[in-house]
Nanobody, 114 residues
Framework: QVQLVESGGGLVQPGGSLRLSCAAS????????MSWYRQAPGKKRERVAV??????NYLDSVKGRFTISRDNAKNTVYLQMNSLKPEDTAVYYC?????????WGKGTLVTVSS
């Protein structure tokens, strides 16, 4: 079965950096686009970044600060987050859309605060 396991979240000061990882299993990882989403308290879940054969795409508010990448040999997708802002505080989720179904990890909490 599809499993997505996020890690790397934590508390960071404004201006700091974090790298999130998502370890995937149960499907042909290299064949599918992978996404990172986030959901802040009281807000809708939004897609932060996606990486696939067509390249990458980012939410406007994170362009130039976040970078999505993947290592197909390790079945892992990453999200490097730099110049973090308090408004980046959220639970970050890894996602794959496969065979007409969305699969999600349990998420990792990122808190940006001084």
């Amino acid at each position: 079965q599809v499993q997505l396991v996020e890690s790397g979240g934590g508390l960071v000061q404004p201006g700091g950096s974090l790298r999130l990882s998502c370890a995937a299993s149960g499907f042909s990882f290299s064949a599918y686009p992978m996404s990172w989403y986030r959901q802040a308290p009281g807000k809708k879940r939004e897609r932060v970044a996606v990486i696939g054969s067509a390249g990458t795409n980012y939410l406007d508010s994170v362009k130039g600060r976040f970078t999505i990448s993947r290592d197909n040999a390790k079945n892992t997708v990453y999200l490097q987050m730099n110049s973090l802002k308090p408004e980046d505080t959220a639970v970050y989720y890894c996602n794959v859309w496969r065979q007409s179904m969305d699969y999600w990890g349990k998420g990792t909490l990122v808190t940006v605060s001084s």
